[in-house]
């Protein structure tokens, strides 16, 4: 599984609780992180050299779960890699359709994800009458990373954001009734979130339904593994301990890091 940073650890979660047999390497590019205010070309280009960095650990199928990558790199690295690729954006744009009653989604993301308009892509490919309003939020990033998700300033940058989803013209109903958050860092952020939407509002991530879409893949073409006992590694580059830090921080346990270069 690969993400730009630490947030990523979230869709591991899920994957292991839905295939605990399965063995996982994570590689989180912190020292390059965040992609969500960079080019598309740097974004396509980091992603690339992080399938080669799989393709030498031998894995059976890599996760991208950094939405900004999925967003701008999927497609473009796809084709050239020797495993298959998963990327985040089309599992999170299925939850967030299964989520919708009056088909109206509001999306938050990074700068380049909601510039990439892949979401908007995936919400209409799956159902071409669906609403969809983008936002993105360069604040929330950077405000998880230094341990702030639960601060008033956290609340306060999530309401700038969200607010203007909520209200339809002059209309009190708002104008969307899910919020798909579409980027590995906003679930930290969920009850903030939650809070400011409201109770007529359904915030849901990729999570889930990713770890959904790769266990299908591995069934569907025979690679489950059977065995019990895998091993799981996480590998960083930059430092080994700010990205333990960070860790540590989100999830509150202890994440045994290696250091690497891409
Ligand atoms: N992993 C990124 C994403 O999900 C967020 C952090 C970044 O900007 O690199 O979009």
């Known amino acids: 599984m690969f993400d730009s940073g630490v947030g990523g650890l979230t869709v591991l979660r899920e994957l292991r609780r839905q295939l ?6 994570y590689l989180g590019d912190e020292a390059r992180m965040p992609y969500g205010p960079r080019e598309p070309a740097e974004v396509v280009s980091f992603t690339r050299e992080a399938l080669r960095w799989f393709g030498r650990h031998g894995c059976k199928l890599v996760v991208i ?3 900004t990558a999925t ?13 298959p690729v998963i990327g985040v954006v089309r599992p999170g744009a299925a939850a967030a359709l299964t989520a919708t009653a009056r088909r109206a989604v509001g999306v938050l993301g990074t700068t380049l994800t909601v510039r990439s308009g892949a979401y908007v892509r ?3 490919d799956l159902d071409p ?3 969809v309003i983008q936002q993105a939020c360069p604040r ?3 405000l998880v990373e230094a341990g702030k998700a639960d601060t008033d300033e956290a609340e306060a940058a999530v309401r700038e954001y969200v607010e203007p989803l909520l209200t339809e013209g002059a209309v009190v ?10 980027c590995t860092h906003y679930p930290f952020l969920r009850a903030r979130i ?6 007529g509002v359904r915030v849901v991530d990729s999570a889930t339904t990713t770890a959904l879409a790769v266990r299908e893949v591995l069934s569907s073409h025979r690679l489950v593994r059977g065995e019990k006992g895998a091993l799981h590694e996480v590998h960083a580059t930059g430092s080994r301990e700010r990205f333990a830090a960070i860790a540590r921080r989100l999830f509150g346990e202890d994440v045994p890091v290696h250091e690497t270069t891409l």
């Open 173 to 182: 109903r708002p104008a969307v009734d899910t919020l798909l958050l579409g």
């Open 65 to 67: 779960a950094c939405n």
């Open 122 to 124: 995936a919400l209409r």
């Open 140 to 142: 929330l990033v950077p």
């Open 20 to 25: 605990p047999d399965e063995a996982t390497i």
């Open 129 to 131: 009458l669906v609403d």
């Open 71 to 83: 967003a701008v790199a999927l497609e473009a690295v796809r084709d050239e890699s020797a495993v």
């Open 194 to 199: 939650e809070k400011v939407a409201g109770a």
